[in-house]
């Protein structure tokens, strides 16, 4: 059954770093786009960031530039989010994704996204 599993939410003070993982099994591991959403309670999922291929290609949302770093292990089946500087707005749920059809265009949206995570908690103290 492919799977992806999120780890490493938590409390963690305004300031401070947190680095969340996601293990994929059963076949759900993408080298063409592996991703984080975040959303807040009553609002839509939103993009945070995307890593595709070697690796040597990602995108950042503008809100987590220079403070969020996305990288991955493919030998582990597993993508991380290095979450530096964090603020008060980035307390949320963190969701793991992974597409095997996202685009330069649509790799930012939840449509081409095959495979969520259950999600992990942020939360920030201020």
């Known amino acids: 059954q492919a799977q992806l599993v999120e780890s490493g939410g938590g409390l963690v003070q305004a300031g401070g770093s947190l680095t969340l993982s996601c293990v994929a099994s059963g076949g759900a591991f993408s080298r063409h786009a592996m991703s984080w959403f975040r959303q807040y309670p009553g609002k839509e999922r939103e993009f945070v960031a995307s890593i595709r291929w070697s690796g040597a290609t990602t995108y950042y949302a503008d809100s987590v530039k220079g403070r969020f770093t996305i990288s991955k292990d493919d030998s582990k089946y597993t993508v991380y989010l290095q979450m530096d500087s964090v603020k008060p707005e980035d307390a949320a749920v963190y969701y793991c994704?992974?597409?095997?059809?996202?685009?330069?265009?649509?790799?930012?949206?939840?449509?081409?996204?095959?495979?969520w995570g259950q999600g992990t908690q942020v939360t920030v103290s201020s």
């Open positions: 994704a992974s597409s095997t059809r996202a685009t330069v265009v649509t790799i930012k949206s939840v449509a081409p996204y095959d495979y």
